[in-house]
């Protein structure tokens, strides 16, 4: 990841971290991005229970941006990844990983 993808992580970071309406210990978002669609997954950890179906409050149109700039500057690179993974654990590191 070059210094410009690294800011895109961070704003989707802070914008799923926000969004999530009744807090969390952990989630995991996983995004697959393909010619003119993409599928995306939120996972939330609260007190134990993973759902799938977490109330959030953030624009969705603003992340599908973000997500797709992050793609773009990989694609530009030569790097065609199909879909990309960010998880958090409250108090650790966020961890990002793509799949190719």
């Known amino acids: 990841m070059i210094i ?3 800011e895109l992580a961070k704003e989707i970071f802070a914008l799923i971290e926000a969004g999530i309406v009744h807090g969390y210990d952990s989630f995991r978002y996983e995004v697959e991005v393909g ?3 993409s599928e995306e997954e939120l996972v939330v950890e609260n007190n134990g229970v993973e759902v799938t179906n ?3 409050d953030f624009n ?3 992340l599908y941006s ?3 700039r992050l793609k773009e500057n990989s694609r530009k690179r030569g790097e065609n990844w199909t879909s990309f993974v960010m ?3 409250r ?3 966020v961890k ?3 799949k190719y």
């Open 96 to 98: 990002t990983n793509f």
């Open 4 to 6: 410009e993808d690294i």
């Open 87 to 89: 998880s958090y654990r």
């Open 60 to 62: 969705g149109a603003v």
């Open 35 to 37: 010619d003119g669609y």
């Open 66 to 68: 973000l997500v797709k």
């Open 54 to 56: 977490a109330e959030t």
């Open 91 to 93: 108090g650790g590191e």
